[in-house]
């Protein structure tokens, strides 16, 4: 379809010189519109841009292109101040059907980001409890983001960072130490991140009843930075833990990484650049020995990057991750997946690099994404008030295999616990992208799952109706013998134009980083095809070679929804 657009912008633009062979005009010049309704044409011009240049209203302008206009295959009409074009059906319909057959999952791909090495730092969770709804957010954008990436021929190294030290990491190893009484996440039988994450909440009742217990904790940092043997041990051991259950639920929800950092592997080189860059003068020490950035000058205040004991921040560690980082693998760019509330932290590391003469730090970037709420507000960790992701999972399966039995489904879908647990990752994977990524949004866990309107859910079912369509034709589609000139209703030529449209929405989505674009892409098609499944019939004809064109719109459908599902970590499936 680009081709074809670029063919009737070429065709206004030689009706133009045609009527005035003085204009000063190439064919990016020429604006096109999607009229609001189908019967207007597939492609409107707006003559107003024109009128000045041309000294002519722009009705009549649109009037003499009809006139001058060169094109055999397409139709042109002049709509008042537009000329409306409409698209050689026949052409677009066998091309687009017979690509879509042929590429099969590589329809849509294309070499919109070529050659570019783009690292992608996502999920980074810390050590201290489990992941949660907002992880999920994260890492669905992440891992989104990483395959259209790829659908875009980038060269992608996904990476993850693990916050496994820190003042936080204390807090629960203190509480653990001081109340946990040897206990283990087997003797008490709870999944080991979340056995960790209790004791991040603990600290956070005894801080309250005990005001010496953040001090400990900071005292407990020093040590562990210090290399105190005891301390070590207690770390290696609830990181473990910690880390154990996460990979699980990694393994849940289809995340996964080329390269996991270690924030305790990475913060020592951070320390050493900063203390580098304070004998250079680049820093500064106050009289508490901290050590200070200067960033007035760009309107980014004065951020600590050491503190006055020795001890690092995060901005220290993220110093030496992005340093070590591209001695790893030199990136064109590097993609930071964090949420909009660390902004400042990312535009202070960007610039502190670039002072330590890192000019590859002009090519990191900040991906922000808006917080995720609950309808009753907002989530907080070291109150418990989170939802953890293996909680949440667990429930949007059983909820969908209550939803399987009331639709009497069972003997269906087969093994019911399998196809609920993949009806649950769809409707939060879709629920957590369908929403810009800078937007904040409220996830709403029945609303999710619902199994019609704008839902995973909803996709998956279309899906599985297709498959179900192509099981009962029961037999190879022959591609040599369509007649293409069957499909001839208007909903076909509309699922046609849509389908059409996925390579460049591919590159629109690689290009502004926005899953949203594939999710609502996916839900348009989707709508198209349920209602022109519903208007017509596809297997039950007199006519097989109507049959025949038809089974081959509605697979181009299937793949097309299957390569978006595959996209956005959607579950494709053949029955439900």
């Given amino acids: 379809m680009k081709e074809i657009k670029e063919s009737l912008q070429k065709n206004i633009l030689n009706a133009i010189k045609q009527i005035s062979g003085n204009v000063d005009l190439t064919t990016s010049d020429i604006i096109m519109e999607i009229p609001p309704k189908p019967e207007l ?26 006139d001058n206009i060169e094109d055999k295959d397409n139709q042109y009409k002049a709509v008042g101040p537009y000329v409306n074009a409409f698209i050689a059906k026949h052409q677009v ?46 890492d669905s954008i992440g891992e989104c983001i990483s395959r259209i990436l790829k659908a875009n021929s980038a060269d992608v190294y996904k990476v993850n960072l693990i916050n496994d030290r820190g003042i936080h990491i204390c807090k629960s190893m203190l509480a653990y130490k001081e109340l946990g009484k040897g206990t283990t996440p087997e003797s008490e039988e709870i999944k080991s991140d979340h056995f960790v994450g209790n004791y991040y909440v603990e600290f956070s009742k005894l801080a309250k009843t005990d005001p010496d217990a953040e001090k400990r904790a900071q005292q407990m940092l020093v040590a562990w930075e210090d290399g105190d043997n005891e301390i070590k041990d207690l770390w290696s051991k609830m990181n473990k833990w910690a880390i154990d259950g996460i990979e699980i639920t990694y393994k849940k929800t289809g995340i996964s990484f080329d390269k996991v950092y270690y924030e305790s592997q990475t913060y020592e080189e951070g320390r050493k650049e900063v203390l580098k860059g304070f004998e250079k003068g680049i820093f500064y020490k106050d009289e508490s020995n901290t050590i200070w950035v200067d960033l007035t000058d760009i309107n980014l205040d004065k951020k600590v990057l050491l503190r006055g004991d020795g001890t690092s921040i995060y901005l220290t560690q993220d110093i030496g991750t992005a340093i070590k980082r591209h001695q790893d693998w030199s990136f064109d760019t590097l993609i930071y997946v964090v949420a909009s509330e660390q902004q400042y932290h990312f535009k202070v590391l960007f610039n502190v690099l670039l002072k330590l003469g890192y000019s590859w730090a002009d090519n990191l970037y900040h991906l922000s994404y808006g917080l995720v709420n609950l309808p009753e507000g907002r989530m907080k960790s070291r109150e418990g008030t989170v939802i953890d992701a293996d909680d949440l999972l667990k429930e949007l399966s059983e909820m969908a295999a209550e939803e399987i039995k009331v639709r009497e489904r069972e003997e269906f879908v087969g093994d019911i616990k399998t196809t609920s647990e993949k009806i649950a990752l769809g409707a939060l994977n879709y629920f957590l992208l369908a929403t810009t990524p800078t937007k904040d949004m409220i996830f709403n866990p029945a609303e999710s799952l619902s199994f019609t309107g704008n839902t995973g859910p909803y996709l998956q079912y279309m899906g599985a109706r297709i498959s179900s369509i ?12 369509i007649d293409f000139d069957l499909l001839r209703e208007e909903d076909e030529w509309e699922i046609i134009k849509t389908i059409n449209q996925f390579p460049e929405t591919v590159i629109e989505a690689g290009k502004e980083l926005n899953p949203s674009i594939i999710t609502s892409f996916m839900y348009e098609l989707s709508k198209k095809f349920s209602k022109y499944y519903h208007d017509n019939s596809v297997l039950n004809n007199e006519s097989e070679n109507l049959v025949n064109a038809r089974v081959l719109l509605c697979s181009a459908v299937g793949q097309t929804l299957k390569t978006c599902m595959e996209l956005t970590g959607i579950p494709y499936l053949e029955v439900m």
């Fill in 470 to 481: 192509l099981k009962k034709y029961g037999k190879k589609i022959d591609i040599e013998n």
């Fill in 93 to 138: 319909i066998k091309k687009t059907l017979l690509k879509v057959n042929n590429e099969k999952e590589k329809y849509g791909f294309g070499p919109g980001r070529k050659d570019e090495k783009i690292m992608l730092e996502f999920s980074c969770p810390n050590t201290n409890k489990p992941l949660h709804l907002g992880h999920l957010r994260n």
């Fill in 41 to 66: 044409g597939d492609v409107a011009f707006p003559m107003f841009p024109y009128s000045k240049i041309l000294k002519k209203a722009p009705a009549a302008i649109a009037l003499q292109i009809i």
